[in-house]
């Protein structure tokens, strides 16, 4: 049996799925509102998420506690009229799974003990089997979906092999990225052999959350936009493009969408994918990435001599406005969404943050954000 048939045979196992208006949006068919999700919605912003986190211990061990990720997973969804979950568990489970040795400490980010800096490093780093090393998350992603009940749809996730890399070489979070850009200015082979392996890893990471019953998939490439141009096609793009691709073959019907912080500028690049969805930071008009996909998916027929299908938008509120008061992030929604269906098409949108929400907003002014995306007539 392939592995999409066992993925089919898996997703009728699950109650079938009430709220739909995201996966129509996405696919260009009529909806009735925009959906809307927050990424990063379970957080600390939400004083119950940080509860459940003081009796799970610490981070990871929240991640790893099955009844509590699906616990966090679920308490935006109580709070707001959200149109989808996302699994509660980090893009760095990969690298920790790979014996970097995460670690977090407090108020500096995460952390791994083992950067990656050699090729005895490199050569060290094990074949990712998603359903032994990181099988709480398999396990996370069957047990949020079964409490979901078809409220509506999971989204799994991974991290881009770029942004992976970056923590892996960095040892933790950077400004600069001066061990990344230094072995792609001094070693590229270097970096192209992790950005392979970790390709590899993401495929069949994001292949196992939809066994375990995934219905959606991001990619975050959060540190895309750090790149140089010509380099953010070989070191990101080509990478992202190929764990798309390989999905598109095991599981046909999974929609993924492709969020590049910072990628704005290079929707024409990130269109020549197979992805369905890419997502938008707030330094980016919709109205004018709508203008800019329009013309790649002309030119990549003309291309590929076949009709390329239309990529939606997903995105794109500064997180900060969420510091604002109601009224400035109802009109920041109005004009968001005026310019999501200025092109006159009234589908083909999903509401979101152009990134994180971040810890210290209101969870009242989450609220605000969300009703006033339904509240908008489409
Ligand atoms: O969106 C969700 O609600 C699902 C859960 C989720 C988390 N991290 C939980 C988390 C998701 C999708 C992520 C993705 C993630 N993790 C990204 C990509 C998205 C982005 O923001 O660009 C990145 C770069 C990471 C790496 C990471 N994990 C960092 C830099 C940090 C520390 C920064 C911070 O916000 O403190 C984490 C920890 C982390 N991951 C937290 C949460 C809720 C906070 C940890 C805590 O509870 O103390």
């Known amino acids: 049996m392939s592995a999409s048939d066992n993925s089919n045979s898996i997703q009728q196992e699950f109650a079938p799925l009430k709220n739909d208006r995201l996966l129509r949006a996405l696919r260009f068919e009529t909806i009735d509102t925009t959906p809307v999700w927050m990424m990063r919605q379970a957080g600390r912003y939400l004083p119950e998420y940080k509860a459940t986190r003081a009796e799970a211990g610490d981070f990871m061990s929240l991640c790893k506690d099955t009844d509590r990720a699906t616990e966090v997973t679920l308490q935006p969804l109580r709070r707001y009229d959200l149109d989808a979950a996302i699994l509660f568990s980090d893009i760095l489970t990969i690298p920790d799974a790979m014996g970097l040795g995460l670690y977090f400490e407090t108020g500096e980010g995460p952390k791994f003990k083992h950067p990656i800096r050699t090729q005895a490093d490199l050569d060290r780093l094990p074949l990712l089997e998603p359903n032994d090393s990181l099988d709480y998350v398999m396990r996370a992603v069957t047990s949020i979906r079964k409490a979901l009940n078809g409220q509506v749809p999971l989204f799994g996730f991974s991290g881009s092999p770029w942004t992976l890399a970056t923590y892996m070489i960095e040892g933790g979070s950077s400004k600069d990225y001066r061990y990344t850009k230094g072995f792609l200015y001094s070693n590229p082979e270097f970096l192209h052999q992790l950005l392979d392996k970790l390709a590899t890893a993401v495929i069949d990471y994001l292949d196992a959350q939809v066994v375990a019953g995934a219905q959606i998939l991001q990619i975050f490439d959060s540190w895309g936009g750090a790149l140089g141009h010509r380099q953010f096609i070989d070191f990101s793009h080509a990478y992202n493009k190929r764990i798309v ?23 024409d690049v990130q269109a020549d994918s197979e992805a369905n969805v890419l997502g938008l930071d707030w330094t980016m008009p919709i109205d004018r ?6 013309e790649s998916q002309r030119q990549l027929t003309k291309q590929y001599k076949k009709i390329q299908s239309s990529k939606a938008i997903q995105g794109n509120l500064d997180p900060a406005t969420l510091y604002g008061s109601p009224a400035t992030i109802r009109a920041e929604v109005n004009a968001m969404l005026d310019s999501a269906y200025a092109g006159g098409e009234k589908t083909g949108y999903i509401a979101n943050l152009g990134h994180g929400i971040t810890q210290w907003v209101n969870p009242d002014n989450a609220k605000v954000f969300i009703d006033a995306v339904h509240d908008y007539k489409i």
């Open 245 to 267: 691709a390989e999905l598109k073959v095991r599981h046909p019907q999974i929609p993924v969408v492709l969020f590049t912080k910072g990628g704005g500028l290079w929707l």
């Open 289 to 294: 990435a709508r203008q800019v996909l329009n």
